[in-house]
């Protein structure tokens, strides 16, 4: 295992849910990210936080909100989404990058939970 | 600018042979390029990553080759073993000033047949 877990793993939706997805890492890391992960397309990056501050947003559309109450622990609240969100949610975590190698910049992924909407 | 592309999206290559996956980049700031291994039901995990003042690095049977003035990169896989059959990401990044912002390829899905 990378010390990047997820919960639940898998979930199962409607449009008008609200639902949480959470993420927890043992590395002792700083940094922690939220990606999508569709079919036949590139890993998204949704947010970046570093320190527990939100330092990216790649125009996520506000049905995501995510939080992140401490450097081991990051949600993604999910509310009224649509079935073209069904997808795979990754996290990931790292030391905060920048710094003085290459190591960190590695992120280590957790298995994902798979979301459908219906 | 910000685009990786990656090719083939698919790959089949006999056991023991050379699997080999492309990608080209845009943004010449970027500094710093991994290459990620994704097996079913796990996320994608780090299997090599190289910075452009070396043209190639080598662990195992991985090898990067990096062509700066083509901004380009290749995996190469020697030998390759039905356990190496998975979904292969290669990404780009800007390590100076980083927000932890890695771009993505495509991804290639590998099979090795036995």
């Known amino acids: 295992e990378t010390g990047v877990t997820q919960t639940p793993r898998h979930l199962v939706m409607g449009m008008t849910n609200k639902k949480s997805l959470k993420c927890e890492q043992h590395?002792?890391?700083?940094?922690m990210y939220w990606y999508k992960q569709s079919a036949k397309k590139p890993l998204e990056l949704m947010f970046v936080y570093n320190f527990k501050e939100q330092t990216e947003n790649n125009s996520v559309p506000s049905r995501f909100s995510p939080e992140c109450p401490n450097s081991s622990h990051l949600f993604l609240h999910l509310h009224t989404l649509q079935p073209e969100d069904s997808a795979l949610y990754l996290c990931?975590?790292?030391?905060?990058?920048?710094?003085?190698?290459?190591?960190?910049?590695?992120?280590?992924f957790g298995p994902g939970t798979r979301l459908t909407v219906l | 600018q910000q685009q990786v592309k990656q090719s083939p999206q698919s790959l089949i290559v006999q056991k023991g042979g050379i699997s080999i996956i492309n990608c080209a980049y845009e943004n010449t700031a970027f500094d710093y390029f991994p290459w990620y291994q994704q097996f079913p039901g796990k996320g994608p995990a780090l299997l090599i990553a190289?910075?452009?003042?070396?043209s190639e690095k080598k662990e195992g049977r991985f090898t990067i080759s990096f062509n700066k003035s083509a901004k380009q990169f290749s995996l190469h896989i020697m030998d390759s073993q039905p356990g190496d059959s998975a979904t292969y990401f290669c990404a780009a990044s800007k390590e100076s000033g980083n927000t932890g912002k890695l771009i993505f390829g495509q991804g290639t899905t590998l099979q090795v047949k036995p």
């Open positions: 190289i910075r452009p003042d070396v």
């Open positions: 990931a975590s790292s030391q905060v990058p920048g710094g003085p190698s290459s190591s960190y910049n590695e992120q280590f």
């Open positions: 590395l002792g890391h700083n940094a």
